[in-house]
């Protein structure tokens, strides 16, 4: 009888340290998971800022460049030398935010993006129109239907070269080149890259290299950087 006892006593005993022993292991088990989900999470929230910073400062600028969206905004990106002697980055920042800030007043000119490296600038600004990057930038510059140009007073009497699928084709007449007159036109004199929201149609045979089926470059005229014509691009 008290070996039979002893053999339920000892029955317990290993039945009570075994579920101690599965506590022990569903306790780790859960510390384990608990760390694992804390890293998770640290990771996740230092990489969402990371994306909110990248946001802030934006992607870096390839080149300059000018591209006129569907809805007739207008964002011109920037790269430009910067020499640290002359002026610090904290400097230069405040100087592009001043420069907007004090043109605009009714949110026509929005500041997306300063970032300096050791030797570049870059920035992006969006204008809501056309005729607002024209005032506040003094470029000739003007978007519209061909129809709207020829009210607005710009002539057509220009060559131009027909272009399909992001290649320069035959020279044409501009009665050819405007005979649909529901068409966009983008009249610039400046020397930039530009990108229109369609494909490009007709260029005015004055100094525009095409890259492809809806981006153009006005190059300067004779090598002059400082020199530059009014280019017709309709697309």
Known sequence: MAEQKEQVRGTREQALKKR???????????????????????VAAILLVILLVRGLIGKKIEQTALTLAEDGSVTFDEVMDFVSDTYSKAEM?????????????????????????????YVSVTYDSMAT?????????????????????????LTFEEVADGH????????DAVSDENRNVLILQENVVVNVPAKVKYITTNGISVHDADTVEIVPVNGNADAAVAAYIIY
């Not at 101690?20 to 640290?42: D, N, V």
């Not at 320069?168 to 009665?175: C, F, K, L, N, S």
């Open 168 to 175: 320069i084709g035959d020279i044409v007449t501009a009665t």
């Open 93 to 121: 920042k405040k100087f592009v935010k001043d420069m907007v800030d004090a043109y605009d007043g009714d949110g026509t000119v929005t500041l997306n993006s300063v970032s300096v490296d050791k030797t570049k600038a």
């Open 20 to 42: 101690q022993m599965q506590r022990k292991k569903a306790l780790r088990r859960r510390r384990r998971i608990l760390i694992a989900s804390i890293i998770a999470i640290a």
């Open 133 to 157: 990057y024209a005032e506040f930038t003094g470029y000739n510059a003007y978007a519209g239907t061909i129809a709207d140009a020829k009210e607005d007073g710009y002539s057509f009497d």
